[in-house]
């Protein structure tokens, strides 16, 4: 079965540090992993996504997160916080290989940025 | 172009009331999911549906029903909610499931039943 672990549930940096949020995975198949951010009362949106190609995967707003598979981990980073990243962020597989589109989402990071 | 919307965004029912939640896309998506969440649970899969016509149980589908009659529709019925269904509830939808094509979210509807 699929499941993904966020290690932290609140995260708080100063605005210009960077941001590391950590998520581990287990996965009977080759994982498809994202990234998806929510701000306050708003909808999830993409960030990035990792399906097989490149193990560095680059997204929007200047974050990226590496597949490191001997791991199983997919952290998210990004070199300089801004306030506007504030906002809760869910690690999210993909449910096993058949095209249902079924994701398992993690319990979310609060990101706090202080200025 | 909309995207994902949601009707209605907020709701307050009492207990044993029913409830009719509307997704609507207008980016002639084939695949479409309800979703719940809870503080501290991520969000967890109800139902969904992989084309008109067609609805499947996700995680949590106890005491809601879904129906997909148009492709641009998904909705989302609680026939006698409980206070255990108080959550928020997202829509959304995508081209298909592989993960070439995202997932596309609605703002959510917040739901509370007394």
């Known amino acids: 079965a699929q499941s993904v672990t966020q290690l932290d549930s609140h995260v708080s940096v100063s605005e210009g540090t960077p941001v590391l949020l950590r998520c581990n995975y287990s996965?009977?198949?080759?994982?498809?992993l994202f990234w998806y951010v929510q701000h306050p009362n708003k909808g999830l949106q993409l960030l990035l996504k990792y399906t097989s190609a490149a193990t560095l995967v680059k997204g929007i707003n200047g974050f990226e997160a590496e597949f490191k598979k001997s791991e199983t981990s997919f952290h998210l980073t990004k070199p300089s916080a801004h306030m506007s990243d504030a906002a809760e962020y869910f690690c999210?597989?993909?449910?096993?290989?058949?095209?249902?589109?079924?994701?398992?989402f993690g319990q979310g990071t609060t990101l706090q940025v202080k200025p | 172009n909309a995207g994902v919307t949601q009707t209605p965004k907020f709701r307050v029912l009492k207990t044993g009331q029913s409830m009719t939640l509307l997704c609507a896309q207008d980016?002639?998506?084939?695949?479409m999911y309800w979703y719940r969440q809870d503080p501290g649970m991520g969000l967890r899969l109800i139902h969904y549906s992989v084309g008109e016509g067609t609805t499947a149980k996700g995680e949590v589908p106890d005491g809601y029903n879904v129906s997909r009659l148009k492709k641009q529709n998904f909705l989302l019925g609680l026939e006698s909610a409980a206070p255990s269904q108080t959550s928020v509830y997202f829509c959304a939808s995508s081209l298909d499931g592989t993960p070439t094509y995202e997932q596309y979210f609605g703002p959510g509807t917040r739901l509370t039943v007394t």
């Open positions: 980016m002639n998506h084939e695949y």
């Open positions: 996965s009977s198949y080759s994982p498809s």
């Open positions: 999210v597989v993909r449910s096993g290989p058949s095209n249902t589109g079924k994701l398992i």
